[in-house]
Structure formats: structure tokens, C-alpha cells
């Protein structure tokens, strides 16, 4: 048989990651707010999206051929993606360990939700937030805590001259301000 004629396995794409996995044995930290917005966003999908798509889908189905039926082809691929990131935001969500970072507000030692600022070897001053892998943010200058600066900067204080690894080398940063949230202000 032509393999132009075979079908394709809807399988295939089901089960790729959507974000980074966990470290093998790792922990899933994250903080509450981090956890609030994952679980919004998962029964958004459960409550909103998935029966708007299945309701298009049902109509799609109704008008007969399926083959040609591009409202029944993309529906049916929508459908598989929200489920397969329903079910990948389950997982994460039931193997979570919420950490409040407000307990540690006034510390100078870092731990996870720590805003840290540091100095580069040029001299500037960085600021991160070390947060969970389902939370960060870039843009935000949020960070995973199982990144290369988060561990190297984890359980340092103010003052510390650390070494840091990068591409490029070792190079030295010094821990300038550590900043927790206030409590309650979650």
C-alpha cells in the first residue's frame, strides 16, 4: 500500500512534554501563588475551553463527512492537546510541595522563592527570583530553582563570593541583597 494512504498514529505527538521535566527525584516545589495559577488554569481548561471544543466537534461530526471536515480534523487535534495538558498539569499539581517564601522574610540566607541580587564580574547588579519549574517566567528574571544559578546561589548568604559555572567559564559573582516576600502578602 502507498504510504500516502496510511494512517498516521494520533499517539505520536500525545505524550511530548510541554515544559521541562523534573530532575530524576526531584521534587516539584512551588509556591502558592504558583500553585493557585496552575490550577486555575486547569480547570479553566476542564470547565471552559474542553466543552466549548467538544461542542464544535459534535456539530463538526454532524455534518457528515469527516474526512474533508476541517472544523472536525482541528477540533478533534484541539481536543487531544487540552487533554494531554490536562493531564500533564494533574500530575504536576499532585506531586507539587507548596513552599511559602514569606517564612524566611528577613533572612539573609537564600532558599527557594528568594528575590537575589548579585554582582556579575563586569560589575552589574542582577536581580533573580528562584521559584519552581512550573512557575518561572524569564521575562520576569524568575528562575528555576534546579537552574545553574539558583544552585549555585541556594543556601548562600549576603556577603558570599560564590563560583558560578557557565559555557564561558567559571566566573565569580558576590551576593549582594537577599529579599523575601512579606507575609501574608501572597
Not at 19 to 31: F, R, V, W
Not at 76 to 96: H, M, P, Q, S
Amino acid at each position: 500500500m502507498n504510504k500516502a494512504f496510511t494512517k498516521e498514529s494520533d499517539a505520536d505527538d500525545d505524550d511530548a512534554p510541554l515544559l521541562p521535566a523534573l530532575p530524576s527525584g526531584a521534587k516539584n516545589y512551588i509556591t502558592p501563588a504558583g500553585y493557585a495559577r496552575i490550577r486555575a488554569e486547569l480547570l479553566d481548561l476542564i470547565d471552559n475551553e474542553r466543552p466549548k471544543v467538544v461542542e464544535i466537534v459534535h456539530w463538526a461530526a454532524s455534518n457528515g463527512d469527516r474526512s474533508e471536515n476541517g472544523d472536525y480534523i482541528y477540533g478533534k487535534k484541539r481536543l487531544r492537546e487540552i487533554d494531554r495538558r490536562l493531564r500533564f498539569l494533574t500530575k504536576r499539581l499532585e506531586i507539587a510541595q507548596i513552599i511559602d517564601p514569606s517564612v524566611h522574610h528577613g533572612n539573609e540566607q537564600i532558599f527557594f522563592g528568594a528575590s537575589v541580587t548579585y554582582l556579575d564580574p563586569g560589575g552589574t547588579e542582577r536581580t533573580v527570583t528562584i521559584l519552581g519549574i512550573d512557575e518561572v517566567d524569564s521575562s520576569q528574571a524568575q528562575v528555576s530553582w534546579v537552574s545553574p544559578i539558583a544552585r549555585t546561589l541556594l543556601k548562600a548568604r549576603t556577603g558570599d563570593l560564590l563560583q558560578l559555572v557557565t559555557p564561558a567559564g567559571v566566573v565569580e559573582i558576590e551576593v549582594v541583597r537577599v529579599h523575601y516576600p512579606v507575609p501574608g502578602s501572597s
